[in-house]
């Protein structure tokens, strides 16, 4: 079940947020902490004085970035199915469970790039809005399916800001697959790692090794002590080089067509930051 629907705060009021889901594991305590700063934090970069495109409801055809339905596959946790260990390996999963909070035994045996059900809801409301704020006018209308809308082609870039500390490795690295396979690239400036003084031994080479298949589009920079989140993320926005600043949790997978509800607000109005719908993940059976 989601948490809360998304949202937007500002001066002007975006497309249907609705259309995000988020999926988040809920095994840890800060998990609701953590949703609080997952948003979307607008720099002030994006030319304000180009005309800005409209979002539009396309009945008749898919919206221009719903990907394609995702080939049918089977694994452990595909299609979110839960996944559970075999007898004798229990015991090991246990013990994952006491130190990092989440099944890292299931989690290791699903893979980075899973497939995931499509969390959107079957109804949005349709928002019309105009361009003089100050009297804006709301109609709302119930129409069926997220996948018919479509955003402006000239979204700011973003910043996906991921911060961990002794984070398992798999879920950190299958948030990182699902921001990259699920965003669209012209829009993805880059994907932030900002460690927290982890000392992992598999958050070292064997991280810095994984993330170059991403070519540069994911970077790791790390503090040289333990800061506490706030302070890594002020870090994190510091060093991001896109123009809209998105925190994430490291441990979560995103949707599909996700980011441009995200952006279409900001897009409009630089003032307003966004906030995704959460569903949750099981932390024992992913």
Not at 154 to 178: A, C, K, Q, W, Y
Not at 201 to 206: D, G, P, Y
């Amino acid at each position: 079940m989601p948490i809360g629907p998304a949202w937007a705060v500002g001066d002007s009021l975006g497309p249907p947020s609705c259309l995000l889901s988020l999926l988040l594991p809920s095994s840890s305590s800060s998990s609701l902490s953590s949703l609080c700063c997952s948003l979307l934090l607008p720099l002030l970069l994006h030319p304000a004085s180009k005309a800005k495109q409209e979002v539009a409801f396309l009945p008749d055809k898919m919206g221009n970035f719903e990907p394609p339905k995702p080939p049918t596959r089977v694994g452990p946790g595909e299609g979110g199915k839960a996944h559970h260990l075999s007898p004798n390996k229990q015991n090991e999963g246990s013990q994952s469970m006491s130190e990092y909070g989440i099944n890292m035994v299931v989690s290791d045996e699903i893979a980075m790039d899973r497939v995931i059900p499509d969390t959107r809801h079957s109804e949005c409301q349709h928002w019309e809005y105009h361009r003089d704020y100050a009297t804006t006018m709301i109609q709302s209308t119930t129409i069926m399916e997220c996948q018919h809308w479509e955003y402006p082609e000239d979204l700011p870039t973003t910043s996906v800001v991921i911060v961990f500390h002794n984070e398992g490795f798999s879920t950190l690295m299958r948030t990182v697959h699902s921001v990259i396979d699920r965003s669209p690239p012209q829009f993805l400036k880059e994907v932030l790692l900002v460690d927290d003084f982890s000392d992992k031994a598999n958050l070292k080479e064997q991280l810095e090794d994984y993330i170059t298949r991403w070519n540069g589009k994911v970077r790791l920079i790390r503090n040289k002590e333990r800061q506490g989140l706030i302070r890594t993320r002020t870090t994190g926005a510091e060093e991001s080089r896109g123009e809209v600043v998105l925190f994430l949790d490291a441990h979560c997978e995103v949707n599909k067509n996700w980011l441009p509800p995200l952006l279409a607000p900001i897009y409009r109005d630089k003032h307003t930051m966004t906030v995704p719908v959460i569903d949750g993940i099981d932390h024992s059976t992913f």
